[in-house]
């Protein structure tokens, strides 16, 4: 409450903002995600690694736009490469120069990624990857996992009510060998698709289990369904994204976020004969539309950022730091006796308010929301601007200097709020 109420007052334009959106959106909200009590902060700008809110206070972005901001507010490539495409106009309406070129780098990049079609975010591309298994296979039905979220009309996480599209749902439990097989067996003439996250982002960075991930591969292999790796989060936790590291080719894989730069993106991609479908020139092809899929901004800012920023060194580099970062606060979690932990991979994080292992959304208990609203509140206090329910995400910009000021100020929660809790 004395946090609450020093925010509130800390705050008055970021409230002054709030009341007034709220006359136009409702909860003054078009992203249910960034909405909290009492207000969410209006953010005003950013540069680099940081952000200010309206009351001009400043604070070190660990958030990074929920992935998509990887390379830091206005890098100066990403900005080259924006007002180059300025320079040529933006609304081309035809082929363009730019979209072969991503695809180029994006198939180089993830090797199972034969074909891919772009659009203008992780949701379209999942959607576009699902419609695809099940012309393929002539199937209907599509198993996913609770806890899974893959995009706002795909959802199947905790949270608000999810306003999904109607298909056949087959909902397994992550990281649950016996339970999914034993699905996919029941459901095995129907089963188009196999949809996954490598790690669950949005459930709370739970990482899926290698013989997990190995297991629905052989399934959907011997169902003769298609597995579909969502790794618009996961891509960037290595050079060839989660699937390398796994050493798993899925037959579809579904990007977005940083691919675009920071820009609108999705990509949907994966075997030549599937992705065929979508073949112009093929009868009976699958039509696939959109106005922006090849907008010229988020091909060029895709394009910077891939050939000339986040190299695949850069990539190795980046998750290691998260790496490190996780283990050293998990380090202050247990010197504390603290029932806390951070989970993820790499340059993804999140705090949980329990310290036994978090292998699916079930193990995640619901009193841990005071913790979460303790460490967020804090977070901001000391100018560190997370994610609500305790997501923390690492772009380039940040300093070691940064993360380390980051560890300090958790090291004064732990200090501060453990006893209390
Ligand atoms: N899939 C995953 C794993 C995601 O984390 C997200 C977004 O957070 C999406 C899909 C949806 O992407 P978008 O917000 O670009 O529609």
Known sequence: NLLRSAYVA???KSSECYQAATKVMPGGNTRSVLFYEPFPLAISRGEGSRLWDADNHEYTDLLGEFTAGLYGHSHPEIRKAINAALDGGINLTGHN?????LAELVSKRFPSVEKLRFANSGTEANLLAIAAAKRFTNRSKVMVFKGGYHGGVLTFAAGPSPINVPHDFVI???NDIPGTTALVNEHAADLAAIVVEPMQG??????GQPEFLEA???LATEAGALLIFDEVMTSRLAPGGRQSQLGITPDMTTLGKYIGGGMSFGAFGGREDIMALFDPRTPGHLGHAGTFNNNVLSMSAGIAGLSRIYTPEVAVQLNARGDALRERLNASCSAHGAQLQFTGLGSLMNLHGVSSEILRCDDIPASEGIVKDLFFFHMLQHGFYVARRGFI???LPLTDSDLDRFCNAFEEFLKRYTKAL
């Open 97 to 101: 120069l730019l979209e072969p070129r």
């Open 216 to 218: 629905l591969r052989k």
């Open 10 to 12: 800390s705050n008055p």
């Open 202 to 207: 949005a459930g709370g960075c739970i990482v």
């Open 172 to 174: 397994g439990s992550y």
């Open 393 to 395: 995400v690492l772009s």
